[in-house]
């Protein structure tokens, strides 16, 4: 273990060298300010989770130390997410009706499958096929986790949403709203004064120091569970390790995994543009899962880039790992410092910050040119958010905007193919096909015969159209089929290549280069 531990601290150190860092005190400075904006956050997450905060701080810590190792993009911030976070809830919930105090451990091993997922997903080059998910698509995913993400914040605000437990008290409410108003005021004033420092940290000092001085009654931070004595340690998951537990953590697992990456994608573009530099994604697929795993078996949650800290990591001047390291390193020496502290954080504070994080992660242009962008646009992107809010599970509304994004493509692409027809003298009739012959588009195609009609010959030019998928032969075929029990002559010319090998190798009619034999029935 001591020499994989100098092997791992080796590498990192060759990893600085090799980044030429021109600046380490900004690195060091923009890693501080970043673990400051960590710690309400990771602390929050954790109860979204339904887990003590030392969970949601091991995870940001672990993640950040790792990923400063394994990412592949430098200065970008991983830690414990409200993504992530909404997609734990279930299981957590799961092991606890199992047994009290097993719903952690099947998050930690959730944790770990997962990491093993995005390894898999790195070296399978997940990343390429992230570039077929539209836009709208994107825009649902981030509305629906903004709405989830406040809807988590209303019962410790005392709205009721059917919750079993009262998180605060009635005689607490008007204490909490004031605090909660108090932080959004400070959040977004301060800012137009001064941006030394991050306003949601000044809003957690001033909120904290208001609610110790009056001894307000309210919830706080300490009420969530406990915070960290110590480093963390290791250890596995204490689950059944067969296919039962499996059975349990894979949907789970699998949901993060892609909406972890997801996320880690968009962010990693972001900085791209940002920094004007290109990274490899699949590399960072590759670390974000060793991080995941890491972190798991230390007892922290797992996680993915985080886009607010990312940027503000480089807007402060963080441009390498170091930033990375330095984020993950003040997280925890803040937290075993000043633990007392953090235990009297008013929860309305956190929860300010929340909704904070809520409105900024929105994407509120998507919003307001709604009635502008294309009906179907705004179709898939209201899907996505309609499930994904009520299913509560990202990875559903992703899937199921994915899958109206491409029906909808499939039905605009099939109109695109024309069958024109022209005489050629009283007994030839030529057709003409232009575009593309596939699974949908070939009701069109069919339509646009005369199959009633038996001139004396028939001529289909194929010159501008291609064959795409077994739907396309077949109805060729039946279209052949058709035409020649109408007595008239056939032929199909100027197929392409392809179309050619694809027709001769599953199609029937010979007069397209097909194989021969029984025509299929018609469907």
Known sequence: MRQDGRSVVLKLINLLAKERIVSPSRDVLAGLVVAFAMIPEAIAFSGIAGVDPRVGLFGAFLLSITLAIFGGRMAMITSVTGSTALLMTGIVQQGENISPGLGLQYLLAAGLLTGVLQIAWGYLRLAHQMRFVPQPVMDGFVNGLAILIFLAQLPHLGIDLGHSANVVTATQVPAVWLLTILTLLIIY??????????????????CTAISIGFKLDVPTVSNLGILPNGLPGFGLPKVPFNFETLGLILPTALAISLVGLMETFLTQDILDDMTDKSTNKNVEARGQGIGNIVSSLFGGMAGCALVGQSVMNVGYGGRTRLSTLSSGVCLIAMILAAKDWVNQIPMATLVG????????????ISIKDISRIPRSDSSVMILTVFVTVITHNLALGLLSGVGLAAILFSRKVAKVIKVESSLNGEDHRIYKVKGQLFFVSSIYFRQGFELHEHPKKITIDMAEAHIWDQSGVTVLDQVIRRIKLGGSEIEVINLNDESLNLFSRIGQATEAGGRGGEFKPAH
């Open 189 to 206: 004033l301060l800012p137009k004064v001064t941006k030394i420092l991050p306003s949601a940290l000044v809003a957690i000092f001033i």
């Open 353 to 364: 910050v929340m909704i904070m994080i809520a409105i900024n992660t929105a994407n509120w």
